[in-house]
């Protein structure tokens, strides 16, 4: 009887060990699969950003990340560049734009999810000088100081070139600065043109000025077209259910109030 009662208490302890060990696989299961559901894919969400958001989005990932789980990549650029990128089939998933006219040309060729174009900023133009701190009277006359140069972005590619190209014009002063122009990529490209002093002067973001603790001054709106800045979800996207997680994100009240911190101008003052 000893013997029996021996071997059937050790063949109770081995099923309760094999229980125990089934309930962990199953709740590992169920973690992976509950990770899978929340990531809707293994891939990381593509995201092709205008490179004035580039810093202000990389700050907004960390937080978005801890939400969501949701693996994120970058892909950094001018507006008018990775616009044509996408239209020859580059792999992103969303795009946010530095303004409206590509994501409104993408949703007229069909190129994106429908009802996804939305605007996620407005974008602020500034005025930079690496000597002094800019006010909007010196743009009347920095054209005429010798050896300096005056940078701006590409005004075909990057939104906040054109803006910059209408700002001088507004103010009558864009033939004025043809021999002193430093055309630049992208608007990173003509800030860090600015940072590094090779240029003098120039048109940048406002965000640049803010992220980077600079004083300068902010060109008023009415001086150039809007620079409204939308996203759009494109419609090759094999991550549709994630970028529309990040759309969502981004037009929620506490992330626009973040991203009026990062220099830009509330949606809703328009």
Do not use: C
């Amino acid at each position: 009887m000893k013997l029996y009662s021996f071997t059937q208490s050790l063949a109770n302890k081995i099923a309760f060990l094999l229980l125990i060990i089934s309930i962990i696989h199953s709740n590992q299961a169920l973690s992976a699969n509950k990770a899978e559901q929340n990531n809707g894919s293994l891939e990381p969400l593509r995201i092709a950003v205008a490179s004035n958001f580039t810093t202000p989005l990389k700050e907004l990932l960390r937080d978005f990340h801890q939400q969501t789980n949701i693996n994120t990549q970058i892909i950094s650029g001018a507006t008018g560049a990775m616009f044509i990128q996408i239209q020859h089939g580059a792999p992103f998933d969303i795009f946010l734009a530095a303004d409206s006219i590509r994501p409104a040309k993408l949703e007229q060729q069909s190129l994106i999810i429908a009802n996804s174009r939305k605007t996620y900023a407005l974008g602020q133009l500034a005025l930079l000088s690496i000597n002094s701190t800019a006010t909007l009277a010196d743009l009347q006359h920095l054209y005429q100081k010798e050896n300096q140069r005056f940078a701006i972005a590409n005004p075909d590619t990057a939104p906040y070139g054109k803006a910059a190209k209408e700002t001088l014009e507004h103010l009558a002063l864009w033939q004025q600065y043809q021999n002193k122009l430093v055309v630049g990529i992208n608007i990173n490209q003509t800030f860090a043109q600015i940072r590094t002093q090779a240029v003098s002067n120039g048109l940048i973001a406002n965000s640049q000025l803010v992220l980077n603790n600079l004083a300068g001054a902010v060109i008023p709106s009415d001086y150039h077209q809007p620079i409204e800045q939308q996203l759009v979800i494109l419609k090759n996207s094999k991550n549709v259910d994630n970028a529309k997680k990040l759309s969502e994100y981004l037009l929620s009240p506490s992330v626009q109030k973040k991203i009026v911190d990062f220099g830009y101008a509330a949606i809703e003052q328009r």
